[in-house]
C-alpha cells in the first residue's frame, strides 16, 4: 500500500538541493580519477591505508607497474581487483572503492 507524505515545499527544495550538491560532487570525485596512481593515490582510491597496498602489492595481490624506478598502479588494475574482493568470501580486507 503506498503511503502520502506531505512536506513544506522548502523542505522539498531543500531535498532536491541536496540530492542534487550529492550528485554533482560525486561527479567530480570520478573526473579526477586518473588512469595511472601512485601509492597514495592508489589507496585512497580503494579505501586502505598505504601500509596495508604496499602489503598487497609486496605479497603480488594488486597488479603494479615500475616505470623510471617508479611504483605505478592503474585504475583498470585496480577496478578489476575491487571487484575480485567483492566476488571472494574468502577476502580478508574490507575494501571500499572511493569515486
Do not use: H, W
Amino acid at each position: 500500500m503506498s503511503e502520502l507524505v506531505v512536506i513544506q515545499k522548502i523542505e522539498l527544495q531543500e531535498i532536491i538541493k541536496n540530492a542534487v550538491s550529492s550528485a554533482i560532487q560525486e561527479m567530480e570525485k570520478q573526473k579526477k580519477v586518473k588512469e595511472k596512481m601512485n601509492i597514495k593515490e592508489a589507496a585512497e582510491y580503494l579505501g586502505i591505508s598505504v601500509p596495508n597496498l604496499n602489503r598487497k602489492k609486496d605479497n603480488g595481490i594488486v597488479p603494479f607497474s615500475k616505470i623510471d624506478g617508479r611504483v605505478v598502479f592503474s585504475k583498470k588494475d585496480l577496478d578489476l581487483f575491487y571487484e575480485k574482493c567483492k566476488s571472494t568470501a574468502t577476502q580478508t580486507a574490507t575494501i571500499r572503492k572511493v569515486g
